[in-house]
């Protein structure tokens, strides 16, 4: 109990926790459906980011959030929500964000393999 004195507990650190129990830390890639969650990250990110806002909002793009997560060094875990196009069964992840604990989002950029913050959080 020691080790949670001082952790400041956000929204989306609560998500978090509650997409792991109910997903399980195996889901490597099983969409959150039924659960109100996908909502709300897409909405936390999309209110946030106005490069996403206008990817999805303004050029059609889908949002996609699954129980994948991805651990980066100065954020911890985070969840990942992905951009991109989908047709039929079959949906292209063209853009990558990651949510930390703390509601910093992070935007995967594929030409130099790094996450680039592009919101700071609360």
Same mark, same amino acid.
């Given at each position: 109990m020691d080790k949670m004195k001082g952790l400041k507990v956000t929204p989306v650190l609560l998500l978090c926790i509650l997409i792991f129990l109910c997903c399980g830390k195996n889901a490597k890639s099983d969409p959150i459906k039924n659960y109100g969650f996908t909502q709300d990250l897409t909405d936390y990110l999309l209110s946030n980011? =106005?490069?996403? /806002?206008?990817?999805? /909002?303004?050029l059609g793009m889908s949002t996609l959030v699954t129980s994948e997560t991805e651990k980066l060094n100065d954020a911890g875990t985070c969840i990942l929500v992905f951009l991109g196009t989908g047709r039929d069964d079959q949906f292209v992840r063209e853009i990558h964000y990651a949510i930390s604990e703390d509601g910093a989002i992070y935007e995967y =950029? %594929? %030409?130099? =393999?790094?996450? %680039?913050?592009v919101y700071s959080g609360q």
């Open positions: 980011v =106005d490069k996403a /806002h206008e990817y999805v /909002h303004g =950029d %594929i %030409i130099d =393999d790094t996450w %680039i913050c």
